[in-house]
């Protein structure tokens, strides 16, 4: 049974390496279409830039404080809930401020009203719209590494190029970090794969403790069993790498502890 699931795993590896050229373009990895409701209100879907967001502001802000699901698609954002300040319109209201620049309102109803362009910003899929943030300009001078937006998003936010915001006034709750844990090694079940050394100290810059649990992960060390075929599946690791974070085909990049 071991050896079939080290097949399995050779397989889905080598099916990931000679689709690597089929990865999306870096502007586009992470890129996510919202269309819940837009064409049925007859706007073009929504086109989300993770890595617009991934470089102003940490995946815990909204996927913990203003509650986005973790799944594209999930979460059921309207007009009327953006206009109400929930989801998107947490943000984009009008009235706050990011990096001395107010922050478009989105989906309100002078927007609609007065200037189709602003609808524009966010309804964007398949239309020819002028963006404001253009992804090799505002990347030009980043570290860059690997597949996916090719970025190095680690060295990016520790050499201070990007500070990303943690909190968000009158929805973030106020509180004291917690301990960061220590590095800690993940067993590879074959013998052609060296060990997993996670850094909790990495992922927490971004997500928090809670992103992971005790939703995806229980807290006690060893608790959650998973494989590679559930990462490759879109769990436990998987929600994020692949879809946002790195794609798995980067093996080198969490299977890192020497061989002995």
């Known amino acids: 049974m071991k050896k079939l699931f080290y097949i399995l795993c050779l397989l ?62 999930a979460t059921d954002i309207n007009a009327d809930s953006n206009k109400k300040g929930f989801y998107c319109g947490a943000c984009h209201d009008g009235n706050r401020v990011f990096g001395n620049k107010k922050m478009f309102a989105s989906c309100s109803d002078k927007g609609q009203q007065d200037d189709s362009k602003i609808c524009d910003k966010c309804h964007s899929y ?34 201070g190029l990007i500070k990303p915001v943690d909190s968000v006034e009158g929805i973030s709750i106020k509180k004291s970090p917690l301990r960061a844990r220590e590095d800690f090694s993940i067993g590879s079940k074959g013998s052609w794969m060296t060990d997993v050394i996670f850094s909790h100290k990495k992922h927490t810059v971004w997500n928090g403790c809670e992103i992971c649990h005790p939703d995806i992960f229980q807290v006690e060390k060893g608790a959650t069993r998973y494989s590679m075929l559930q990462i490759y599946g879109g769990e436990y690791c998987g929600v994020c790498h692949g879809k946002v974070a790195f794609p798995l085909i980067e093996c080198q990049r969490c299977h890192t502890k020497p061989v002995q």
């Open 126 to 159: 398949r239309k020819q719209v002028k963006k404001e943030y253009n992804f090799e300009t505002f990347t030009a001078k980043w570290p860059q590494k690997g597949l996916g937006n090719r970025i190095d998003w680690e060295d990016v936010e520790a050499k």
């Open 12 to 73: 889905l590896i080598f099916a990931d390496v000679a689709s690597a050229q089929k990865l999306p373009a870096p502007p586009d990895y992470g890129r996510v279409v919202i269309n819940n409701y837009s064409e049925k209100a007859g706007f073009a879907p929504v086109v989300f830039d993770h890595w617009l967001h991934r470089a102003m502001f940490t995946c815990r802000i909204c996927h913990v404080d203003i509650d986005f699901a973790m799944e594209a698609g």
